[in-house]
Every structure is written in structure tokens, then in C-alpha cells.
């Protein structure tokens, strides 16, 4: 798993330039199910199972895209400007490294700032490919670059860039691997430009049609030195989601993976999120509506170059989104 | 080659000159209704007010092409009536209200002229003048005796269209270039393609007439067709100017990414190469903020590759625009050049 983890997660694959990583993923999953399509807006749809009897039509959705930057403009010096391609924080950036698309390396720094005391905007910074004019420089204006930092194992936790969301999308993986008997079609759905909008669960979901919907993603946690106020924290199991910034889960949902967790002794968290959603938000409110829950792995340092994740919060997610779909659902 | 000559520039004065402020399009409606009769069959508006209209090409295997631009404008909206042909006002859709006082304005259904009233500099106070007069201390004045208008009306700026040689001047160009753009793409629809033109209302608003006519149309790719801000005016300290949006002179500008969407790298090529080929000019806007009836489309039903082309224009949503009628000329040129040699071989490789 943690090989699968570090594959992931030092993929480069922003929001809307998903090619690199939906092929790394297709790769995994090929054997696993039962077919496989792309759509409109690059979502890669894996169907596993048929519907029974007994069963439902899910759709699963985890995010293949990270978060990443695009350059406006290159200047007569080879410096290049750029804007962000969902939440970046400006305080993470400066001194960090990008690798774009075509394997280019950067460096990020900023204007020379008179206020120390304060993180540069994205308008004062810019990244150094280490070219020394417009026309050397081998960026152009449009392309696009993620983080690079390398996944580290600390054995009982593990440290990567984009953790969110490919943390889920190995859940997602790894599920299909272990799952045996399922009385349900199950569409895995890696979706496309989260980041931006939750835009690819949008279209996923329309096309999907699905009964019940599972977004599988990170959320906060409440327990670095003076952190947010929050519940959550890393070792106590998965997430069950009850809410966040755009999304309320439907009761029946979070009682039927509270109630598969404690019968499968499987250890999970009540999640109350303030701020920011997932995929199920659009899955939600698709065609004539959805219900949805959401499925978290507690993550800290979440949009920061450096994501933590607990390996046993991971495991047990695993495991639940397995006892999830095994058995029929009655709402 | 269809291009754009006089016919097309004073139709154009006529789509500016009329009044349009989101969710009351009607003035511009009638006269794209006009223009349409006898050059397409399959003409309707649907329950928002968009114009949409199929024309069917004759080929095989043909794509079918939703090309978006939108009839309204930003403007103000009467909210009260203090008497005397005073009326309070609020904004519709993106306007700095810095830019307000001492514009003349065409209020109502029947254009009454107006001005949004501001005190005379014999009246006014050092103290004062250091400061912006906050939207809810400016009315509209239309006179005492001006006329019958009533809250709920619309106002826009009074600008009347204006042509210097190459250069045009007008309010609303946002996006009458991109509606008198799709008039004469309809009026020489390529046959290679089923082009689906939507006359879109609401845009100013948040892109509401789009989201309802690509559910509509159900199309294979989407194209919104706007106008965009250049603000490439030389720096004050001669340093190089970063943040330039776009450029007049430089031809239509391609979108690659903006708040609302992140543009298909297949259409974004498509364009780039007909460019090359073609000889015609373009330009990409700096990815950012802002977003066209593209963010609509791409979302509908189960994803719609897309891609906005504009014409750029300095000073968008003010009072008066300036824009290059040769960046008119080859956004339709390289519009047209485009949609002429599309096939369905750019939907069957992947996505980037």
C-alpha cells in the first residue's frame, strides 16, 4: 500500500491537467474492474460489480487533482508570474520547489518584501526555471506546475504533497483490490478539478446517475500546537462526515457507516468540518439529487506541500469502505 | 472567406447603442430576432430569453457546436423613487461605482436620458473631494417632469458607438463583439458542423442564461464568444507590465484557465494551430480571475469540453470602450477558419 501511496502522491497532475496521474491509476485498477471509460471533463469511471437484487447503484468519488499554479506571464528576465490553480496558501510557497508537465524544475521566491512580518502575495512572488530571458525560458504562459517534495514513511504516519487526494484515491484503489462479493454496481470515480470547484463530480454524478454517493477525501484536524478547533485528529480512525462548509450528509448515511464501523470494530471519528467541502457537495445536488455522505482520512497540514497521514487511520479506512460495500444498504 | 465589413460595424453600433442590462435583454433580442429572420429555420427563446438557434450542416459524422454570447450588459437598476425624478440606484453585474457620478444614462423601456447627479466643484469642499461618494448618496436624475420611469427600471451609460478609422469607441462591447460575432457565423455557418448558437441572457449576472441553454443544446464541445479587458497601458515607472490581461492589436484572445474554467487543452490547441495555419493573429489572456458562459457550459450534464475566445478591449464595464476593429476582424476570421477544418478526431484523443 504504501508503495501505491508514494506512486500517488509524487504524481504531478493539477487541477484540469489530470492526464499524468489518470494513467498511473487506470494502470492499478485495470485488473480490478469490470470496465472503464473516461469522460468530457477527464473523470476516470471504473464499474465493478452489477447491481442485485438487494444492491444500489454507488458512485464513489476521490479526487485525482491537486492543487497547483499556472504562469500568467514570463518576463524579459525568464521570471515567471503566475496565479493558483485552487487553495494555495502564499505563506507555503516561498523556497519551495514545482516540477510542469513537461518535467521543467522551479524554484519559488518573491519580490524583496519590506514587511518581513508578512507572507508575500501571489502577485509578489514568481518562479526561477533558471533561464535568463523570455526566450531561453522554457516555460510558456499557460502551463501548469505542482509541489515537488518527495513521500516520506515515518512508519505510524507518512508525509507527501497531494496526500489530498490521492490518499483517497489509494482507499478507493485498495478497496477494489480486497473487495470480494458486493450485492452492488460500484462506479469508482477518480474525479477531475476538485480543487476548482468540485467540477468533476458534477458532470461524474450526472453521467453516473447513482443512488447513494461516497466522496472519499481528507479533512482537518484539531491537533497540531494551537490549531484549529476541531475534533478530528490523526490515530483515531477514519472520518465519518456529518458536515462541512457545502455540504450536509444525509443522516441515514452517517448512521449506516457508523453503524458498519462499530459492528465491523472498525475505530472511526465524527467529523464536523467549518470550512471547505468535497466532491460530494456536486454529488448531492445532481440531477434530481443524491444522497451523499463522506468518508475522511484525517490529514494535517492540508494545501501545504508537506500532508500528514496516520497509516492506521488509512488502514481502517480501507477496511470500512470494504464492510461499506459488502453488505446491501438499507436507507 | 466571410469577413467583417461596414454591414457588420454599423450592425454592431446597433447592438451597442441598444439597452440590455441583465434579465431585461429585450431591446437586444428584437434586434438579433431581426437579423436572423431568413438566415436560419430552427429559431427559438426559451423560458429564460435566450436566443437559441440550430443550424444543420450537411456532412457526416458532424460535431455538434454550441457558440455562446451573451446579450446583456451591466448597468443599474431604480430602486426607489425620492420624487422630483430623483431615483435611487443599485449596480447589475460588475461596475466600480468610483466611475458613477456625472455620467449621463438612458433609463426605462423608452431610453429617457438621465444623469447620475453630482454636486458642482464651486459646491464642493477640499474635505470632500479627497473621498468617493458611496453608492447609496448618488441618484439618477431624469428632471423634474422627465418622464415615466419607476422602480425596477434599468439604466445604462448614454455612450453612443463611435468609429476613428481603426479604432472604436462604445459602451457594451462586452458582448455585442461577441453577438454580432455569432450573427455572422449563423449567416455563414460552416457544413462540417451542426453550429448551435445561443444568444445567452443573464451573463453579468453569473452566468445564467448559459447554464440552461447547453442543457438544452446537449452539445459536443462549447465556445462562449466575449470580450475581455486589456489594461496594457505603459507603467508609470517604465517597468515591464505584468498584469496586462491582454493587448490591443494582438488579435483574439484564447483562454487557457479563469476563475469559472479551466479551458480543454484540445480546444486551446485547436485554435493555436488554426492561428498558425491560417495566418490570422491571437493572443491568450493571462490566466486568472473572471469566467464567461464557458463555466456554465463545461458543467452542464455530464461535461462539455470548452473554450472562450475574446476580443479584447480596454476600459470594460465602464462608460466607454476601446477597441481595435482589426481585433474584431480576426476573432471572426479565426473563429470561422476554426469551426471550417473541425472534425470529431479532437474529442477522440484523451484530455490532458
Given at each position: 500500500m504504501?508503495e501505491?501511496?508514494?506512486?500517488l ?5 493539477p487541477?484540469?491537467?489530470e ?6 491509476i ?7 474492474a ?18 442485485t ?15 497547483g499554479l ?7 528576465h ?7 490553480l ?6 507555503a ?21 519590506t ?6 502575495t501571489?502577485?509578489q512572488c ?23 517534495r ?5 512508519g ?9 487526494d ?16 458486493s450485492?452492488?454496481?460500484?462506479f469508482?470515480?477518480f474525479?477531475?478539478q ?8 458534477a458532470t ?20 497540531t500546537p ?7 485528529g490523526?490515530?483515531k480512525?477514519?472520518a465519518?462526515?456529518?458536515k462541512?462548509g ?21 475505530p472511526?471519528?465524527?467529523e ?9 457537495r ?10 451523499v455522505g463522506?468518508?475522511s ?11 500528514m497521514?496516520?497509516?492506521g ?14 453488505a446491501?444498504?438499507?436507507? | ?8 460595424i ?11 442590462v441583465?434579465?431585461?435583454?429585450g431591446?437586444?433580442r428584437r ?6 429572420n431568413g438566415?436560419a429555420?430552427d429559431?427559438?427563446?426559451d ?48 461596475i ?7 455620467k449621463?444614462?438612458?433609463v426605462?423601456?423608452e431610453n429617457l ?10 459646491l ?11 453608492l ?63 444568444f ?8 445564467r ?5 447547453a442543457?438544452?443544446f ?7 464568444v466575449?470580450?475581455t ?34 479551458y480543454?487543452?484540445?480546444?486551446v ?6 492561428s498558425k495555419?491560417?495566418?490570422?493573429p ?8 473572471g ?18 475566445i ?14 481595435r ?5 480576426n ?10 477544418r473541425l ?10
Open positions: 504504501k501505491l501511496i508514494e506512486k502522491t509524487e504524481t504531478f497532475s487541477s484540469g491537467y492526464a499524468a496521474i489518470r494513467t498511473v487506470h494502470k492499478e485498477i485495470k485488473p480490478l469490470d470496465e472503464i471509460y473516461v469522460d468530457a471533463l477527464g473523470n476516470l469511471i471504473a464499474r465493478k460489480g452489477s447491481k437484487k438487494s444492491g444500489l447503484r454507488l458512485m464513489l468519488a476521490g479526487h485525482m487533482d491537486e492543487i499556472m504562469a500568467t506571464h514570463i518576463d524579459e525568464g521570471f515567471i508570474r503566475f496565479t493558483g485552487g487553495g494555495i496558501r502564499p505563506q510557497l516561498t523556497g519551495g520547489r514545482v516540477r510542469f508537465m513537461d518535467g521543467t524544475p522551479g524554484v519559488i521566491n518573491s519580490d524583496r518584501l514587511d518581513l512580518s508578512k507572507a508575500p501571489l502577485d514568481f518562479i526561477d526555471v533558471g533561464t535568463s530571458s523570455r526566450k531561453d525560458c522554457p516555460v510558456m504562459l499557460g502551463d501548469v506546475c505542482a509541489f515537488e518527495p513521500f516520506n514513511d515515518l505510524n504516519r507518512m508525509i507527501a504533497k497531494s496526500m489530498d490521492r490518499i483517497g484515491c489509494a482507499v478507493m484503489i485498495e478497496a477494489m483490490r480486497v473487495l470480494k462479493h450485492p452492488h454496481e460500484i469508482f470515480v474525479t477531475t476538485e480543487e476548482v470547484g468540485t467540477r468533476g463530480a461524474s454524478a450526472f453521467g453516473v446517475d447513482p443512488d447513494l454517493g461516497l466522496s472519499i477525501d481528507v479533512t482537518g484536524t484539531g491537533d494551537r490549531g484549529s478547533k476541531m475534533e478530528v490523526l490515530g480512525g477514519p465519518v462526515k456529518v462541512d457545502g455540504m450536509l450528509a444525509d443522516p441515514r448515511i452517517i448512521n449506516w457507516m457508523i453503524r458498519t464501523a462499530e459492528k465491523a470494530k472498525i472511526f471519528q465524527r464536523i468540518l467549518e470550512g471547505g467541502t468535497t466532491d460530494a456536486s454529488i448531492q445536488v445532481a440531477r434530481a439529487g443524491v444522497p463522506c468518508l482520512i484525517p490529514t494535517r497540514y492540508i494545501h501545504s506541500p508537506s500532508e497521514v496516520d497509516t487511520d488509512v488502514l481502517n479506512a480501507i477496511k470500512l469502505l470494504v464492510a461499506l460495500l459488502s446491501p444498504v438499507a436507507l | 472567406m466571410p469577413t467583417i465589413g461596414n454591414a457588420q454599423k450592425l454592431l453600433e446597433k447592438l451597442c447603442n441598444a439597452c440590455a441583465s434579465g431585461d435583454e431591446q437586444v434586434i438579433v430576432l431581426e437579423e436572423l438566415h429555420e429559431i427559438s427563446v423560458a429564460l430569453g435566450n436566443v437559441l438557434v440550430r443550424c444543420t450542416g450537411s456532412g457526416t459524422k458532424r460535431l455538434r457546436v454550441m457558440l455562446s454570447a451573451h446579450m446583456d450588459e451591466v448597468g443599474l437598476m431604480l430602486v426607489g423613487d425620492d420624487g422630483d425624478g430623483l431615483f435611487r440606484f443599485e449596480i447589475v453585474g460588475n466600480d461605482v468610483r466611475q458613477l457620478p456625472g449621463a444614462v438612458l426605462g423601456k436620458p438621465g444623469v447620475i447627479g453630482s454636486r458642482p466643484i464651486h464642493t469642499t477640499a474635505e470632500e473631494l479627497k473621498h468617493n461618494i458611496p447609496e448618496d448618488l441618484r439618477i436624475d431624469i428632471g423634474p417632469g422627465g418622464g415615466k420611469v419607476k422602480p425596477g427600471d434599468r439604466a445604462v451609460f448614454a455612450t453612443r458607438f463611435q468609429r476613428n478609422g481603426p479604432v472604436l469607441i462604445a459602451k457594451a462591447l462586452d458582448d455585442r463583439f461577441g453577438v454580432a460575432t455569432l450573427l455572422e457565423l449563423v449567416k455563414n455557418s460552416p457544413a462540417n458542423i451542426d453550429l448551435l448558437a445561443a445567452t441572457v443573464q451573463e453579468e449576472i453569473g452566468l442564461g448559459a447554464k440552461v441553454a442543457f438544452t446537449e452539445p459536443d464541445l462549447g465556445i462562449a466575449d470580450a479587458p486589456s489594461y496594457d497601458l505603459p507603467d508609470w515607472e517604465a517597468e515591464e507590465n505584468i498584469f496586462y490581461n491582454t493587448k490591443l492589436g494582438l488579435g483574439p484572445a484564447i483562454y487557457i484557465g479563469d476563475s469559472a474554467t479551466l480543454d487543452p484540445r480546444l490547441r485547436w485554435m493555436t494551430d488554426t495555419a491560417s495566418g490570422i491571437c493572443q491568450f489572456r493571462q490566466p486568472g480571475s469566467g464567461t458562459d464557458a463555466g456554465a457550459i463545461h458543467r452542464s450534464r455530464a461535461g462539455i469540453p470548452s473554450l472562450t475574446s476580443v479584447p478591449h480596454r476600459y470594460s464595464h465602464t462608460a466607454a470602450s476601446v477597441a476593429l482589426d481585433d474584431w476582424k476573432t471572426f476570421a479565426l473563429l470561422h477558419a476554426a469551426l471550417t472534425t470529431p478526431a479532437i474529442l477522440a484523443a484523451e484530455r490532458a
